[in-house]
């Protein structure tokens, strides 16, 4: 073998005999990482992650919590934790695990005390109360937008209101749902505006009238005649059209649709109209954030 390939050769050997070495002692170099929490006890598990969470530090609680329940996976720190675990996940904007910790929740104790605010959090979580409702219904381009957050935040609280007719949380859901169906009147008839605007009449119509038929006696429902009538008008459909502006000058025989006099003084030509439905009315009550762990 020629010198040059019998050093290579030995170059090779001990370069595999030094990473043989490193690799065992490499575990030696590195300091072992140590969990502070491996000797904790439930009680100071959860009263270390709830005191996280109070003070706003949620990933910290999240993490905690999670030990908490690999740890001590029953009793009544572990229940507690799948509740306050789904509330931090909120705060985090982790919406998602908020929503999947709260299903596991009432998967899991459906007799539990505090199984109604495992409902409410779902709806709030829905609600997406951070970014406000008129996020849904005053965007443009609203006719490829799906209310589902809406529905979902709804049906959660109808549930609760259904199940837990004492709850603490029942006035507030109550207050909630109104405002919800008041939003989703206001984004049908956006929609049904959104047509409008773009000559399709018929569209317009249809979901003009879907307003008047699901959500009945909710502020939106002026606006949804005015544009129901004038697509009437704009398909020559007169008789319609009549009938139509009949019941909106009956229902609504102030409306700026009728008297034809805008909201706002002439000289303020910069500013918009009031709006309609949610936008001109919707005002959710202020109410408490209840502490259920107190």
């Known amino acids: 073998m020629p010198h040059s390939l019998r050093l290579l050769s030995a170059w090779r050997a001990i370069a595999f005999a030094a990473a ?21 006890s439930a009680d100071r598990l959860y009263s270390t992650a709830h005191d996280a969470m109070m003070q706003g530090n949620y990933t910290r609680a999240i993490k905690l919590f999670e030990q908490l329940e690999a740890r001590f996976p029953y009793g009544r720190y572990a229940q507690q934790a799948i509740l306050e675990s789904a509330f931090a996940n909120w705060r985090a904007g ?7 910790q709260a299903d596991r929740f ?6 539990h005390p505090n199984v109604d605010y495992a409902y409410y959090l779902k709806g709030l979580v829905h609600f997406r109360e951070d970014q406000g409702i008129l996020g849904y219904v005053y965007e443009l381009d609203l006719a490829e937008r799906d209310p589902k957050e809406m529905r979902a935040s709804y049906a959660a609280f109808k549930e609760l209101t259904a199940r837990f007719p004492d ?3 029942y006035q507030d859901s109550v207050a909630r749902m109104r405002y919800l169906v008041n939003a989703m009147a206001t984004y049908e008839v956006n929609v049904a505006n959104y047509y409008f605007r773009r000559g399709a009449f ?3 119509a249809n979901r003009a009238q879907g307003a008047l038929v699901n959500f009945p006696e909710t502020p939106a429902n002026e606006r949804a005649l005015d544009i129901l009538r004038n697509s009437y008008r704009n398909l020559n459909l007169t008789q319609l059209s009549d009938d139509t502006d009949k019941i909106l000058a009956k229902t609504f025989p102030e409306s700026r649709f009728v008297t034809g006099e805008s909201d706002r003084p002439w000289w303020n030509f910069w500013s ?3 709006g309609y439905g949610v936008q001109a009315t919707g ?12």
Do not use: H, M
């Not at 043989?20 to 904790?40: M, Q, R, Y």
């Not at 009432?106 to 007799?111: D, E, G, L, M, V």
């Not at 959710?284 to 502490?291: F, H, T």
């Open 167 to 169: 709850s603490q949380y």
């Open 202 to 204: 018929v569209a317009a």
């Open 283 to 294: 005002q959710l009550a202020d109410s408490p954030w209840w502490k259920f762990w107190d």
């Open 20 to 40: 043989f070495a490193f690799a065992l002692g490499g575990c030696g170099l590195f300091p072992e990482v140590k969990d502070e929490t491996a000797s904790w």
């Open 94 to 100: 982790e919406t998602a695990s908020a929503v999947a």
């Open 272 to 274: 918009r109209d009031r």
């Open 106 to 111: 009432i998967r899991t104790y459906p007799n």
